[in-house]
């Protein structure tokens, strides 16, 4: 079966919630297979941009209350995940075993011996106990085997930590004011499940994420996963064993595969023209990947994946990235890409609805 890049993107938009908004937080995290967290205003706006009914602060009230997890997850970063689906990712990345790449204990510092005892003893600290990093830190250096860890047990970017969180060692905890808090997620998550086996793990990911990024080959499902560090034949087998589950359909000459049950869905989708603008370290270019050449034009990549890993909130256009924008004092200033107009038609409405998610009453725009 052939299909246009159009009907995916616009099929996407409805999957991803971006045109026909869910009432839960939790329906949102779990469609999109997380939203990424690191700047939780931007995690805030991707969910409330979805919801029917948003409200400011539900996400992070979806995390203080165990019904979300917050954890080093994807590529890395931290996100919010549902608990089942946070277990079957964690099991994958884990998997993985970075932290035993020479590359990665040049980097860091620790041994796999060293992470393992490390992994050990932060489940015995974090047994019945929510700690602020400098708690967490101050209790695991009073142990001299720890000592030349310090200053990456300090680190803001949590190097050390992101394989015991990989293996369902720790997660973040509510905030205390301006702090970060770890806990163990068996005693804070409601129904943590613990980690399967990677080959348990493994449909309940890969179905997750072209439920929502579809069609899309290996490749792309362990870029979104791990920046490619999944075993290639494991890899390939997780998607061989869905057998029937999947179908290889064929997108403008690219080949990627789609859930089975979507194909009809997707083969019914008529392209759309509509406009809308989601915010910074939305899901909608995180999940495909900003290297994703369809979705967003090559030569204008930098625009959107800027330095220090920041990226944009967008503008799109049938589906499509074509420039991005930015909230000032007096209103919404648009960026389109190869000095293109202000989209005419759905501009207007998309203005709207963002200035609703925002508490702003009418918002203006105006072009860079």
């Known amino acids: 079966m052939r299909l246009t890049w159009d009907q995916v993107f616009a099929w996407r938009l409805r999957r991803q919630y971006v045109v026909s908004r869910a009432a839960g937080v939790p329906e949102i995290v779990d469609r999109l297979c997380g939203v990424q967290a690191q ?30 997890i917050k954890t080093w997850a994807m590529r890395g970063t931290l996100h919010a995940l549902t608990p089942d689906l946070a ?41 019945g106990a929510v700690l602020t990093r400098e708690e967490l830190v101050q209790t695991l250096l009073a142990d001299p085997a720890y000592h030349r860890l310090g200053e ?21 905890g509510p905030a205390q004011g301006a702090k970060i808090t770890f806990a163990d997620p068996a005693q804070l998550i409601k129904g943590w499940p613990g980690l399967p086996e990677p080959d348990v793990a493994a449909p309940t990911a890969i179905t997750a994420y072209l439920g929502a990024y579809g069609p899309a080959t290996p490749e792309a499902f362990d870029a979104w996963l791990s920046r490619g560090s999944l075993r290639k034949t494991e890899l390939r087998g997780w998607f061989s064993e869905l057998g029937d589950t999947l179908t290889e359909v064929e997108v403008d000459g690219r080949s990627g595969y789609l859930l089975s049950e979507h194909l009809d869905d997707l083969a019914a989708t008529e392209p759309t023209d509509a406009v809308h603008l989601l915010g910074g370290f939305d899901q909608y270019i995180l999940g495909p990947g900003t290297a994703d050449t369809a ?38 200033a648009v960026s389109m890409f190869d000095g293109a107009p202000l989209p005419k038609k759905g501009l207007a409405a998309a203005l709207d609805h963002l200035g609703a998610v925002l508490g702003r009453d009418a918002l203006t725009v105006r072009a860079l």
């Open 39 to 68: 700047v939780t205003s931007a995690a805030e706006m991707a969910v409330a941009l979805r919801s029917s009914t948003p409200e400011a602060g539900a996400l992070v009230g979806a995390l203080n209350d165990g019904t979300l």
């Open 87 to 127: 277990a079957a990712c964690l099991s994958l990345l884990a998997s993985a075993r970075t932290w035993e790449k020479p590359v990665w204990q040049r980097n860091f510092g620790a041994s796999p011996a060293e992470v393992a005892a490390l992994t050990e003893e932060v489940r015995r600290v974090l047994d």
């Open 152 to 172: 990456q047990l300090r680190s803001g970017w949590g190097a050390l930590l992101k394989p015991l969180a990989w293996q369902g060692a720790i997660c973040h």
């Open 295 to 332: 979705l967003l034009p090559g030569d204008h990549r930098a625009k959107v994946s800027r330095t220090a890993g920041w990226i944009s909130p967008i503008v799109l256009a049938g589906g499509r990235i074509v420039g991005t924008w930015e909230l000032t004092d007096d209103a919404v």
